[in-house]
């Protein structure tokens, strides 16, 4: 009986450390397979924030009533859907095609619906699934998507990073069409919907929807100056300065310099000409002619514009007044207040030197970037460039990029041998108005 007792007495140990241990290993696997999921869903859906197609709807189309937003290279639109979109669905519709300006918010409703679920939309925890339905909507399903892959976990900082992956796919792949046609204002209409959403995101609560009053100047940075009077957009040209000669009888270069120091000499007289187009501030580029403050830049910078202030490479800003324009030349003059001492540009006394092959450089501030140099050779002199009896200087696509309007192109001495004005659309490459055009620009104005 005691040799059973004992048996008994093991054999009931023995099960309760199986028990035990059987125990420990389900709670140590159970809080492994919580970590994994939670790791690799933290973007996804949780229990206290579900993804609702209505709440997504309503973001969504809130984010385009402040702009009158081209989502695609396919025409105008209407809530952010194209006219192509609306064809190919009144087509799948057996519905005869209509303007999508005549769509109806049922239809939108519809439309948006079909997109959140082809880009599967509602695995994503909010602000995320409304960053997810506007891509797809805006790109299309495709390129929507793959903005959406590898995020951040936190849904609310991924919903920031599908913003800045957007706005910097729309400059590496439009930067073209930045001042031919309509591109300008397509660009600028894109990347107001990419900052508001990166603002409706950042100021996303749980609790409660997003609030869409914030101020987009305060969300970008933007504090302008404090001007002694309201800016002018019309030129002043009865008052326009007389300044000292600013081009040279004879040029001094004899040597050429290395690119580090071309960029030393050129940026102190390259500044940044801020303007507003369609609410959305951002800078252009401009010279420094004379110490009292006459820059130059282009007029199709200033043209449909709201001029706000000159920023230096110092970091000081100034405001002023524009003084001439010149559409058929593509060139303007800028006159800062207050300004005295400043570093000036030195140009060279003709462009006739350079020819095709010549290294260039072009300093400005384009795709968010500030005081950038570039450096590509001339593919061509006396080029076309859509000015009415002007011939420029062409370079290779990529060497020029939005923001580079107005800016010097410099040789390889450091001399301004011309001002960067655009990229043409079927090519990619940029022109330049050389420097002999410039000078009876300022000349005449000068006299």
Not at 126 to 132: G, Q, R, S, T, V
Not at 243 to 272: C, G, M, N
Not at 323 to 350: K, M, R, Y
Not at 352 to 381: C, E, F, L, N, R
Request: hydrophobic letters at 35%; one cysteine or more.
């Amino acid at each position: 009986m005691r040799r059973i007792r004992r048996f008994r007495t093991r054999r009931i140990a023995l099960l309760g450390m199986n028990l035990a241990l059987w125990v420990a290993t389900a709670l140590v696997l159970l809080r492994l397979f919580q970590e994994m999921g939670s790791g690799s869903r933290s973007t996804q859906l949780n229990s206290t924030q579900q993804a609702s197609f209505e709440e997504a709807f309503q973001s969504v189309t809130e984010l385009g009533r402040g702009a009158a937003y081209l989502p695609m290279p396919l025409g105008g639109a209407e809530y952010g859907i194209s006219q192509a979109i609306y064809d190919a669905w009144r087509y799948e519709q057996r519905q005869p095609p209509q303007e999508v300006e005549q769509i109806s918010l049922d239809e939108v409703q519809t439309i948006y619906q079909h997109y959140w679920n082809r880009g599967n939309c509602a695995q994503f925890a909010p602000p995320l699934d409304i960053a997810c339905l506007d891509s797809v909507i805006s790109f299309g399903v495709e390129h929507g998507k793959g903005f959406l892959t590898n995020l951040p976990t936190d849904p609310q900082a991924a919903a920031l990073e599908v913003a800045r992956r957007r706005e910097e796919f729309r400059y590496r792949t439009m930067g073209n069409y930045a001042f031919v046609g309509g591109g300008q204002q397509f660009l600028t209409e894109g990347i107001k919907r990419d900052r508001a959403l990166a603002s409706l995101a950042e100021s996303y609560s749980p609790s409660q929807q997003s609030d869409f009053s914030f101020d987009l100047r305060r969300w970008l940075g933007f504090e302008p100056p404090q001007p002694s009077e309201p800016p002018q957009p019309a030129p002043d040209v009865e008052n326009s300065p007389r300044s000292p000669r600013v081009f040279p009888e004879t040029s001094s270069a004899t040597t050429p310099l290395t690119s580090d120091e071309i960029y030393t000499q050129s940026k102190p007289f390259t500044v940044e000409v801020w303007i507003e187009t369609n609410g959305i501030p951002a800078p252009a580029t401009g010279i420094i002619l004379t110490s009292d403050g006459l820059i130059l830049t282009n007029q199709h910078v200033v043209k449909d514009s709201v001029f706000n202030f000159v920023r230096l490479a110092d970091g000081r800003d100034y405001s002023g007044r524009i003084v001439d324009v010149d559409p058929g030349l593509d060139l303007a003059l800028i006159q800062l207040e207050g300004a005295s001492n400043l570093p000036v540009a030195e140009f060279a006394q003709t462009s006739s030197h350079v020819k095709q092959g010549d290294t260039v450089y072009a300093i400005g501030s384009p795709t968010g970037t500030h005081w950038q140099m570039t450096t590509a050779q001339i593919i061509q002199v006396q080029s076309d460039c859509g000015l009415m009896d002007v011939r420029c200087i062409r370079t290779p696509q990529g060497f020029l990029k939005p923001g580079n309007s107005g800016g010097p192109l410099l040789d390889s001495f450091g001399q301004v041998i011309g001002v960067n004005r655009a990229i043409q659309q079927r090519t990619g490459e940029g022109v330049s108005i050389p420097v002999e055009v410039i000078q009876a620009y300022v000349e005449r104005n000068q006299n």
